[in-house]
């Protein structure tokens, strides 16, 4: 009696567990214990590496980790020791000098691209730090050629002189012609082949960047998304996702293929150079369904989160000017933010994927979602290049590196109780690599 008492218990305690927390028994736990190879940054750091905040960062095939510094308007380069070897770039109107930096790419062979908006342009770099050439986003000039041109989250295609990058969001077409209304202008965008959960292969061999379609993820039937659906959004309904709609995950393979993952279930996809999928990687691990208590939740957090960044700003003395006199949130404005967060509506269902990255030698970390339904930095799970489960790291270990590198190295960042930023480079262990 005892004993079938105990097997019941276990039994719900592990279908809870599954659907609330997503660990499995089957989990492999890894070690996360990483070893420091050097830190930059920090309160009493070089002045090259006072950095302002997090950005983006990559590595070269000689282990040189490239820091997009949108402060200071410059691309700092370190050595696999931690020194300075050089920055290039400034803010400027010329060639080789920014306005508006947006991405940062790095290719192996040390070359590098930075997308700037206010050029409308990639400006791709020697691996010392000369300008090679500049690619427009877009044909023509003025407003329109940045509203239609522009691309985010790129990254450098392995195959060579390219880049890979979202297609243009669904809306983009509606919201150039608001835009090009308010200023008086007829301003049209191209159809693209694939919209912001497709990908889309950037060449850069002429003056204007040509983009070819590689792969279209899938998008949620927005009439089928909600159940909180708010009349009076209906018409931009393709403008702004559910909560816990799932999300576009992706990231290249080192032979040219890449792993994505674009729907609420455990099915990470291997896709060739040209976009067809040859393989798809599963772990038991069901999405949960939506509750009361995880919209609630759900609201309580962006809530939070939203407050959190605006107290941040305000803390900023660049913006201290704009800011002025709304350095707190009042109980109004906490009251409107709920409203237009509730507006939003939710998916159906928890989503188990919350990221996928690929290591330097294409072994593949998928991060799953945490605890809570709304947490993105749950546990990660490692899949060898051999595409079989290898294990799983714990979410209180280092997270998703912001690059991979050769040889093992991996870049974090870190904030102190100031919230200044410090870069970490550490070293993955062989089997994770």
């Known amino acids: 009696m005892r004993k079938s008492i105990a097997c019941l218990i276990g039994a719900g305690l592990g279908t809870a567990l599954a659907a609330t927390s997503q660990i499995s028994a089957q989990d492999r736990p890894l070690s996360g214990d990483l070893a420091e190879v050097y830190r930059a940054g920090g309160m009493n750091a070089a002045e090259w590496a006072f950095f302002q905040d997090s950005a983006q960062a990559a590595f070269d095939a000689a282990g040189n980790l490239f820091v997009l510094d949108r402060a200071a308007g410059h691309v700092v380069v370190i050595d696999p020791q931690g020194r300075l070897v050089r920055t290039f770039g400034r803010m400027g109107q010329g060639p080789g000098e920014f306005t508006m930096m947006m991405d940062l790419v790095v290719w192996r062979d040390g070359r590098s691209g930075v997308s700037d908006l206010g050029h409308a342009a990639i400006q791709v770099f020697t691996p010392e730090g000369g300008l090679e050439r500049l690619v427009k986003m877009a044909s023509g000039q003025g407003p329109a050629a940045i509203l239609t041109g522009a691309r985010t989250g790129l990254k450098a295609d392995p195959l060579g002189n390219a880049l890979i990058a979202p297609g243009p969001a669904a809306a983009q077409g509606r919201i150039v012609q608001m835009i090009g209304g308010a200023l008086g202008e007829d301003m049209e965008v191209p159809d693209a082949e694939v919209d912001e959960r497709g990908l889309e292969r950037l060449g850069l061999d002429g003056d204007v960047v040509s983009a070819t379609p590689i792969l279209q993820g899938w998008r949620v039937p927005r009439g089928e998304a909600s159940e909180l659906g708010v009349d009076d959004l209906a018409d931009l309904a393709d403008l702004v ?144 290049v051999d595409r079989e489960y290898v294990g799983t790291l714990a979410a209180d270990a280092p997270g998703m590196p912001a690059a991979f590198g050769p040889d093992g190295l991996v870049a974090y960042w870190e904030f102190d109780e100031m919230d200044m930023p410090t870069i970490i480079v550490k070293r993955l262990p062989v089997e994770v690599r």
């Open 241 to 384: 996702a559910r909560h816990l709609e799932p999300g576009f995950h992706w990231d290249p393979l080192p032979g040219g293929g890449i792993a994505y993952s674009d729907s609420s279930t455990y099915a990470v996809k291997i896709a060739g150079p040209e976009g067809e999928v040859i393989d798809v990687l599963r772990r038991p691990l069901s999405p949960e369904a939506v509750t009361e208590r995880i919209r609630e939740g759900t609201i309580d957090y962006r809530l939070r989160k939203t407050k959190e960044e605006f107290e941040k700003l305000s803390r900023n003395p660049e913006l201290a000017g704009l800011l002025e006199g709304a350095a707190s949130i009042t109980p109004d404005m906490m009251e409107t933010m709920r409203e237009q967060v509730e507006k939003q509506g939710f998916y159906h269902e928890v989503p188990v994927v919350r990221g996928v990255r690929a290591t330097w030698d294409g072994t593949l970390w998928i991060q799953r979602r945490g605890e809570e339904a709304w947490d993105d930095e749950g546990p990660i799970d490692v899949f060898g």
